[in-house]
């Protein structure tokens, strides 16, 4: 199914680049910086203080960094522009969304000793027309919605690190390309993840879908037509019966009732309690409703509290990890994007007087358990296990425990 051409809604905007690769930033006129947006992330000083994980271990922005460059030397492939091409393409969006926190928490701008030049180049190697998908026209809209949607994600926190407008645009073109897999029949709503087949929503693309909405909202002046769709898909969401007794996300639905649709029981996968959390958080900077604090909190709550999530002593477990089938390439980084998100949703919390310190110590917790147990101390990889032992990494592990450090920091 051929995507509508997309770019009529953008006439007013500056253009997007559509030259096969961008200036480097150096090279670029300085953008224009908008104040309106609130950071997630209030800038911290980094230095080692009372919030290290303890006096034994290295800082987190230390370990942070030690893993980044490890994921770096070990599967950045630099004439792809890309981690291990081999593995699944939304893995190299997710990690370079990681990479993209660092340097946001970091303070890390275009023109210092940074990263900066790895991540123009893999903008420009990744924007082009995927091979598998062409009729996507580039920009990095991919056959689902859900790959599509980490890569506008990251586009978010690259424009909140260089305030180009370019990078927000293409998120803006992204969106408007997800939206086009709404449907209000069958389930009343939703977006469908699978664009090829059209025939199942899930939790992951739709909470991406409110997260993003909400994101383009805080970033754009005067913006109410991103808010809307922000609250409709959440108002869709959380009605939509994916939220289990216990009060986490299963997978997705299932279509078993003519037009209606119920819980299909799927696996209760970690990143599905993660990312709705930054939706939630999006929609509080969005709206100042505490309400979205309160139902995250919830969320988090009902994690730290399962007994299937919740491990060997407070340690956070992939469902597949306990499993006789060993975790695949992509539940592998589960757990760094809820640590991501759980991460950015502590100091909105701590600000509105809504903190709770339990979170923090369980980042800590997980953090500290990995770094003693899942990490080979010659090459700083780690393994999907946080409480150990260590066997062997992947681009998969490695971008997670980048998250998990992150968020500390």
């Known amino acids: 199914m051929r995507p509508a051409t997309l770019l009529a809604s953008l006439t007013a905007l500056t253009a997007v680049t559509t030259a096969a690769t961008l200036p480097r930033q150096a090279d670029q006129e300085q953008p224009q910086r908008l104040t309106v947006y609130r950071p997630v992330h209030p800038k911290q000083p980094v230095q080692r203080d009372q919030n290290d994980v ?165 970033r754009i002046p005067g913006d109410s037509v991103y808010l809307e769709k922000a609250v409709r898909g959440w108002e869709w969401l959380i009605g939509s019966g994916m939220i289990n007794e216990e009060g986490l996300f299963n997978d997705g ?78 539940q592998q980084t589960f757990k760094g994007i809820f640590a991501r998100y759980l991460g950015e949703l502590i100091p909105v919390l701590d600000q509105t007087g809504l903190g709770k310190s339990a979170y923090r110590a369980f980042l800590e917790t997980n953090a500290r358990r990995a770094y003693e147990n899942d990490r080979d101390p010659s090459t700083n990889l780690y393994d999907v296990g946080w409480n150990g032992p260590y066997v062997a990494s992947s681009l998969a592990k490695q971008a997670s425990i980048l998250s998990l450090w992150v968020s500390l920091m």
């Open 54 to 218: 303890s006096p034994s271990s290295p800082s987190p922005s230390e370990a942070a960094k030690a893993a980044l460059d490890a994921m770096n030397a070990n599967f950045y492939n630099a004439s792809a522009g890309q981690w291990s091409p081999d593995d699944a393409w939304w893995l190299s969006g997710n990690a370079l969304q990681s990479l993209l926190d660092y340097m946001y928490k970091t303070d890390t701008r275009p023109g210092s000793d940074s990263y900066m030049d790895q991540v123009l180049d893999i903008f420009n190697a990744q924007r082009r027309p995927v091979p598998w998908w062409p009729q996507g026209d580039g920009e990095f809209r991919g056959d689902s919605t859900d790959d599509t949607a980490w890569w506008a994600l990251a586009m978010l926190r690259l424009f909140d690190l260089t305030q180009d407008q370019t990078y927000l645009n293409i998120s803006r073109l992204d969106e408007e390309y997800i939206a086009q897999y709404w449907t209000d029949s069958p389930c009343g709503g939703g977006v469908y993840v699978d664009i090829p087949t059209l025939t199942y929503k899930n939790a992951i693309a739709n909470e991406q879908y409110v997260q993003l909405c909400a994101g383009l909202h805080n």
């Open 253 to 330: 639905l299932v279509n078993d009732r003519g037009d209606l649709c119920s819980n299909n029981g799927g696996t209760v996968w970690t990143y599905n309690q993660g990312v709705i959390l930054g939706a939630a958080t999006e929609l509080y900077l969005a709206t100042n409703d505490t309400s979205y604090l309160t139902f995250a909190t919830k969320v988090a709550d009902a994690v730290l509290s399962s007994n299937s999530l919740i491990q060997n002593d407070g340690i956070l477990t992939e469902p597949c990890e306990t499993s006789s089938k060993a975790c695949n390439g992509d």
